[in-house]
């Protein structure tokens, strides 16, 4: 079965300029997260789905970033207009929760570059 | 959520064991000790979680000790190809869980 499928894997934008980022996570997979990576940093999370909500989007830029997930499947995560900091490595992530039960490991793309020029 | 404290970096060579201690000292009686590997240009990957005692699979060892602000990733006879970053969470992994990560720590193994 394919992991966690993300697209563009690299892009080069300059700034002022949109962009969009593309996620597919594992099937039967009920949260979906999106995470930036700055070089020499850990992930940090910008957004979680749980299904088709957003349940924590407190780290999400609202001014410039959005984000949506149809049909509790796919998700987009679109910046607006980009600025030069906003180079990073974007990634998705998926894990399934059940109710009540412990969460499953999740499982992360390969990430899509952004560069800002 | 609690706060973890890792080495930033550690260095190692092939086939010695390593040790990686992090610390989370406001661990909460619901928390999981959860931790990833990530390699360059890859996104993190799941290697190990637990709750208490001592945890072990195909690819690490977790110690955790009784009082639980403290845990230990193992890695046995590691390789070239474990050189990555270890990251350690701690969370409620029942129902949904927000996977926050810190720094975590750059593991390199030298020949």
């Known amino acids: 079965e394919a992991g966690v499928v993300q697209s563009p894997r690299y892009k080069i934008i300059e700034k002022k300029q949109p962009v969009a980022f593309w996620c597919n996570p594992i099937s039967g997979h009920n949260t979906l997260y999106w995470y930036r990576q700055n070089l020499g940093q850990g992930p940090e999370l910008l957004i979680r789905?749980?299904?088709?909500?957003?349940?924590?989007d407190s780290q999400l830029p609202k001014d410039r970033f959005s984000a949506e997930r149809l049909k509790g499947v796919d998700s987009t995560l679109k910046i607006q207009p980009a600025e030069l900091g906003d180079s990073a490595v974007y990634l998705c992530?998926?894990?399934?929760?059940?109710?009540?039960?412990?969460?499953?490991?999740?499982?992360f793309g390969q990430g899509t570059r952004l560069t800002v020029v | 959520l609690a706060k973890t404290t890792q080495p930033i970096s550690m260095d190692s060579y092939e086939g010695q064991e390593v040790n990686i201690t992090c610390s989370h000292n406001?661990?909460?009686?619901?928390?999981?000790i959860t931790w990833y590997q990530q390699f360059p240009s890859q996104g993190p990957r799941f290697i190990i979680q637990g709750y208490k005692t001592k945890v072990t699979n195909e690819v690490a060892s977790l110690f955790i000790p009784a009082d639980r602000k403290s845990s230990t990733l193992s890695l046995p006879r590691v390789s070239l190809s474990d050189t990555a970053v270890y990251y350690c969470?701690?969370?409620?992994?029942?129902?949904?869980?927000?996977?926050?990560f810190g720094a975590g720590t750059r593991l390199a193994v030298h020949p």
């Open positions: 406001n661990i909460a009686t619901n928390d999981y």
């Open positions: 969470l701690v969370g409620v992994p029942g129902g949904y869980n927000k996977l926050i």
């Open positions: 789905y749980e299904n088709e909500e957003a349940v924590d």
């Open positions: 992530a998926s894990s399934f929760a059940g109710r009540g039960g412990v969460n499953t490991e999740a499982f």
